[in-house]
């Protein structure tokens, strides 16, 4: 699968904002104590490139459908990232090796690449 111009551009926001949030930790830190954090924004921000490759593969699919199951494609589709992003929150709140609020930092790197990538957009 060939990703777009536009999910390539989300996924180097992400990765960003992940690198972004870890090195605030560091800084904030300055010790091992960091590592939870860490994790939880590496397992977040995994997720929201698989939710953007999950995205690209969506609009890829319903470009061929007809429009009513088109709908209920997208409809299911959007659920089913959102059980994954409970899943990780989920994990990220019951492990204690790992941060919630990295977590939480992971997956709103994907709204705020979505939101980079709508207002930095040359169309």
Known sequence: MR??????RMILTILSIALICILGSVIYYRSLAFL???FGV?????????????????????LAMEKKVAGN????????RLLLSGVVLFLGATVPQISLWGVVAGILAFQLAVFNVRFTSKS
């Open 3 to 8: 990703l777009s111009d536009l999910a390539k």
């Open 36 to 38: 939870p954090f860490m």
């Open 42 to 62: 590496l397992i977040g921000s995994a997720l929201s490139i698989a939710k953007v490759f999950l995205v690209e593969r969506t609009v890829d699919k319903v």
């Open 73 to 80: 494609y997208v409809s299911i589709q959007h659920i089913m």
